[in-house]
């Protein structure tokens, strides 16, 4: 790399200007690899104060080609006024070489000021046969970074056509890049593909494609479909270097679950929820769960709380049965199956659930009675295969710095995740209902969201969620607007007063806009940027309300209030709203509303939902907990999948179970809506 300044030497008058700026290249490598001529379709070797050095030394015949070698170095620099000024200095009259080398820069910056819009436009006139091999490369790569992550046929073309031109150590980043967008693909947007007969190579991705879908739910046939894929497209990158989430299943083996170790706060605040929990995983591993009905129904008196691990019991809530939950020191105790919920004589094991070894042999070690650290030595000398907790966040975040050896399902996630080979984290949060509820306004064509929180470090969570999964997704700033107690709701439905549909921005990090580095491209984000104003809600078409039942019953009204009945606006809210004992009266005013649940609450299985409120008396909180039980015991018997096959699902209790890279848990969860009195799934 050269130095920022270069020295000048001095030289006689007699020296030409362009001898002596390839004297000082050749002088301790201070100066590009260039010899007779500036070459602005090759590379740039040096920084931005070489070339413009360069401008003011040089004559008018290669003083345009240092502008734009100039311009170059000060993008790849985030320097992006000086670049800017640089452009405005350029002559008018321009060659081709140097006009199509000026649309690539004008785009590259475009992409850094954010503007991809603008900078598909101008890659849309660049003359691809024009350019040279480099140049190319970085056509591709602009592409790439103005589609913005956003999987499309395009962004395909763009990332197969970029590949021969790159470097060996940039081969697999592009490889794996041309997966995820690919795996990203709709399914809408796959069936609408229409390839060229010539594009034998994107032919390949496809198939490929096919085959992981068809084979991801079974480790060994994957294998062998793959290795049967590479041998039928020999030719395609992918077939000479696998992507990288795909070369892990070549070296899968199924994770031992011989001796499970369970770990629950069994005493304690939190022993409410972990008795719930340990029950589900108890009836799962007993197969004594209800089968699930040949045709779900939604269920209108099925009204769940929210469930969140980190919160405090309530105090009405009903206690499981005890014959569930007899484990309470710290010594370790088999699991023996609960004698109160014997399956029906007609009934057969739910598939997902019954999944796993049933001869495994399942200890339970109570969390609250000592350290984390001495309950995870324990049970590794009493050889534990796999532990599934603990369920406290400080419990989690102990184990994931502990270096553990042992296959760890933990039963909630740390603040700040972290990527162990051993450990997945399976949590029921208001955060990941939020993040789903994102992904479901996303893709029912919303854009232009307002939260209604509660005021309090709940909805400050939530927000918070939602507002970084919406940004994600490629929309802008969310609006925010915040509520208070169910009494001062009341004084406001009296008054009059409604609800305004306007609101805050909610900015979350990063709240600057990130730079984008592809293969060698780089683009850094500009180093300034406009604070985000104040938005009022004119252009709002949908509203996310995180409230209660209580609260929810007078905030839909105060929307009404002040909302034009020809107003188009969808509203959807949180499980948080949906209790038991909304009658009829609640249901038609509710009409219109959707909102989100567990499977096992919105009717996917409705006599195993009997048999769950039946043993918790109706208290949702924790019946949902009992799911996630049920499901841990799935995710135990599957932990390697989940780890290592990327694409492996479960349709779970909780909601349909994938894993992020960091094997965080991911929960698409079921949606319903109020209509005219009744409670139907929205299609």
Same mark, same amino acid.
């Not at 002088?27 to 413009?52: H, K």
């Not at 995740?417 to 450990?423: A, C, G, T």
């Not at 994102?438 to 209604?452: F, N, S, V």
């Given at each position: 790399?050269?130095?920022?300044?270069?020295?000048?030497?001095?030289?006689?008058?007699?020296?030409?200007?362009?001898?002596?700026?390839?004297?000082?290249?050749?002088?301790?490598?201070?100066?590009?690899?260039?010899?007779?001529?500036?070459?602005?379709?090759?590379?740039?070797?040096?920084?931005?104060?070489?070339?413009?050095?360069?401008?003011?030394?040089?004559?008018?015949?290669?003083?345009?080609?240092?502008?734009?070698?100039?311009?170059?170095?000060?993008?790849?620099?985030?320097?992006?006024?000086?670049?800017?000024?640089?452009?405005?200095?350029?002559?008018?009259?321009?060659?081709?070489?140097?006009?199509?080398?000026?649309?690539?820069?004008?785009?590259?910056?475009?992409?850094?000021?954010?503007?991809?819009?603008?900078? *598909?436009? &101008?890659?849309?006139?660049? =003359?691809?046969?024009?350019? #040279?091999?480099?140049?190319? !490369?970085?056509?591709?790569? $602009? /592409?790439?970074?103005?589609?913005?992550?956003?999987?499309?046929?395009?962004?395909?073309?763009?990332?197969?056509?970029?590949?021969?031109?790159?470097?060996?150590?940039?081969?697999?980043?592009?490889?794996?890049?041309?997966? *995820?967008? &690919?795996?990203?693909?709709? =399914?809408?947007?796959?069936? #609408?593909?229409?390839?060229? !007969?010539?594009?034998?190579? $994107? /032919?390949?991705?496809?198939?490929?494609?096919?085959?992981?879908?068809?084979?991801?739910?079974?480790?060994?046939?994957?294998?062998?479909?793959?290795?049967?894929?590479?041998?039928?497209?020999?030719?395609?990158?992918?077939?000479?270097? &696998?992507?990288?989430?795909?070369s892990q299943v070549q070296n899968f083996s199924k994770a031992s679950t011989s001796t499970i170790a369970l770990l629950l706060p069994l005493n304690g605040q939190a022993q409410i929820f972990a008795n719930a929990i340990q029950k589900g995983f108890n009836d799962a591993k007993n197969g004594v769960l209800t089968a699930p009905a040949a045709a779900p129904q939604p269920q209108p008196t099925a009204t769940p709380a929210s469930a969140d691990a980190s919160a405090q019991p309530q105090p009405a809530a009903a206690t499981p049965d005890a014959t569930a939950n007899t484990?309470?020191?710290?010594?370790?105790?088999?699991?023996?199956?609960?004698?109160?919920?014997?399956?029906?004589?007609?009934?057969?094991?739910?598939?997902?659930?019954?999944?796993?070894?049933?001869?495994?042999?399942?200890?339970?070690?109570?969390?609250?009675?000592?350290?984390?650290?001495?309950?995870?030595?324990?049970?590794?000398?009493?050889?534990?295969?796999?532990?599934?907790?603990?369920?406290?966040?400080?419990?989690?975040?102990?184990?994931?710095?502990?270096?553990?050896?042992?296959?760890?399902?933990?039963?909630?996630?740390?603040?700040?995740?972290?990527?162990?080979?051993?450990?997945?984290?399976?949590?029921?949060?208001?955060?990941?209902?939020?993040?789903?509820?994102?992904?479901?306004?996303?893709?029912?064509?919303?854009?232009?969201?307002?939260?209604?929180?509660?005021?309090?470090?709940?909805?400050?969570?939530?927000?918070?969620?939602?507002?970084?999964?919406?940004?994600?997704?490629?929309?802008?700033?969310?609006?925010?607007?915040?509520?208070?107690?169910?009494?001062?709701?009341?004084?406001?439905?009296?008054?009059?007063?409604?609800?305004?549909?306007?609101?805050?921005?909610?900015?979350?990090?990063?709240?600057?806009?990130?730079?984008?580095?592809?293969?060698?491209?780089?683009?850094?984000?500009?180093?300034?940027?406009?604070?985000?104003?104040?938005?009022?809600?004119?252009?709002?078409?949908?509203?996310?309300?995180?409230?209660?039942?209580?609260?929810?019953?007078?905030?839909?009204?105060?929307?009404?209030?002040?909302?034009?009945?020809?107003?188009?606006?969808?509203?959807?809210?949180?499980?948080?709203?949906?209790?038991?004992?909304?009658?009829?009266?609640?249901?038609?005013?509710?009409?219109?509303?959707?909102?989100?649940?567990?499977?096992?609450?919105?009717?996917?299985?409705?006599?195993?939902?009997?048999?769950?409120?039946?043993?918790?008396?109706?208290?949702?909180?924790?019946?949902?907990?009992?799911?996630?039980?049920?499901?841990?015991?799935?995710?135990?018997?599957?932990?390697?999948?989940?780890?290592?096959?990327?694409?492996?699902?479960?349709?779970?209790?909780?909601?349909?179970?994938?894993?992020?890279?960091?094997?965080?848990?991911?929960?698409?969860?079921?949606?319903?809506?109020?209509?005219?009195?009744?409670?139907?799934?929205?299609?």
């Amino acid at each position: 790399m050269l130095p920022s300044k270069v020295l000048r030497r001095k030289a006689g008058r007699f020296v030409p200007v362009l001898l002596a700026g390839l004297i000082l290249a050749a002088c301790s490598g201070q100066g590009p690899q260039q010899t007779s001529s500036v070459n602005v379709q090759g590379p740039i070797t040096a920084q931005s104060d070489y070339y413009l050095q360069q401008v003011q030394q040089s004559s008018d015949d290669s003083k345009t080609d240092w502008q734009l070698l100039a311009i170059r170095a000060l993008l790849k620099e985030g320097k992006y006024p000086q670049a800017s000024d640089q452009i405005k200095q350029l002559p008018q009259q321009l060659s081709d070489v140097q006009q199509q080398e000026l649309q690539l820069l004008r785009a590259q910056m475009q992409i850094g000021q954010q503007d991809f819009n603008g900078a *598909q436009q &101008l890659l849309s006139q660049v =003359k691809t046969d024009g350019l #040279s091999q480099d140049q190319q !490369a970085r056509f591709y790569g $602009l /592409q790439i970074a103005a589609a913005q992550n956003r999987p499309s046929l395009a962004l395909l073309r763009a990332y197969i056509a970029q590949e021969p031109l790159l470097k060996a150590a940039d081969h697999q980043s592009n490889i794996d890049a041309t997966w *995820q967008a &690919l795996t990203q693909m709709t =399914k809408d947007q796959l069936n #609408s593909l229409v390839i060229n !007969a010539d594009e034998n190579t $994107l /032919q390949g991705w496809l198939d490929l494609l096919n085959t992981w879908h068809t084979n991801s739910q079974d480790p060994e046939m994957l294998k062998a479909a793959i290795k049967d894929w590479q041998t039928r497209y020999p030719l395609n990158p992918g077939a000479k270097t &696998l992507p990288t989430a795909l070369s892990q299943v070549q070296n899968f083996s199924k994770a031992s679950t011989s001796t499970i170790a369970l770990l629950l706060p069994l005493n304690g605040q939190a022993q409410i929820f972990a008795n719930a929990i340990q029950k589900g995983f108890n009836d799962a591993k007993n197969g004594v769960l209800t089968a699930p009905a040949a045709a779900p129904q939604p269920q209108p008196t099925a009204t769940p709380a929210s469930a969140d691990a980190s919160a405090q019991p309530q105090p009405a809530a009903a206690t499981p049965d005890a014959t569930a939950n007899t484990v309470v020191s710290p010594a370790a105790a088999a699991i023996t199956p609960d004698q109160s919920t014997q399956p029906q004589p007609a009934a057969a094991p739910a598939p997902a659930a019954s999944a796993g070894d049933s001869n495994a042999q399942v200890k339970v070690y109570d969390t609250s009675s000592q350290p984390i650290q001495q309950v995870m030595q324990q049970a590794q000398q009493d050889g534990a295969t796999i532990v599934v907790g603990p369920l406290l966040k400080s419990d989690v975040e102990t184990v994931a710095n502990s270096n553990s050896p042992l296959n760890v399902l933990a039963l909630n996630e740390p603040e700040q995740i972290q990527n162990h080979p051993n450990i997945c984290y399976f949590a029921l949060s208001p955060e990941d209902e939020a993040r789903d509820a994102a992904h479901h306004m996303w893709d029912q064509g919303k854009r232009q969201p307002l939260l209604l929180l509660p005021r309090n470090s709940y909805g400050d969570r939530v927000g918070k969620a939602f507002a970084q999964e919406w940004q994600t997704l490629g929309g802008s700033t969310v609006l925010q607007q915040r509520f208070g107690s169910v009494s001062e709701l009341k004084q406001g439905i009296n008054s009059g007063a409604g609800i305004n549909l306007s609101g805050t921005p909610l900015v979350v990090e990063p709240a600057q806009p990130q730079g984008v580095s592809i293969a060698g491209l780089n683009i850094p984000a500009p180093q300034t940027s406009a604070p985000v104003a104040d938005t009022s809600g004119g252009s709002l078409d949908a509203v996310y309300i995180v409230a209660n039942q209580d609260e929810l019953q007078l905030i839909k009204p105060m929307i009404a209030m002040r909302t034009s009945s020809r107003n188009n606006i969808a509203l959807y809210a949180s499980s948080r709203s949906f209790q038991a004992g909304a009658g009829p009266d609640f249901r038609l005013e509710m009409d219109g509303l959707q909102f989100s649940d567990i499977p096992l609450l919105s009717g996917s299985n409705p006599a195993l939902m009997q048999q769950a409120a039946k043993s918790f008396n109706n208290d949702y909180s924790l019946v949902r907990l009992y799911a996630m039980g049920i499901d841990a015991w799935t995710l135990a018997n599957h932990f390697n999948q989940m780890r290592q096959v990327p694409g492996f699902a479960i349709d779970g209790n909780t909601g349909k179970l994938s894993a992020t890279p960091d094997c965080v848990i991911n929960r698409k969860l079921a949606w319903n809506q109020y209509r005219q009195g009744q409670i139907v799934p929205v299609q």
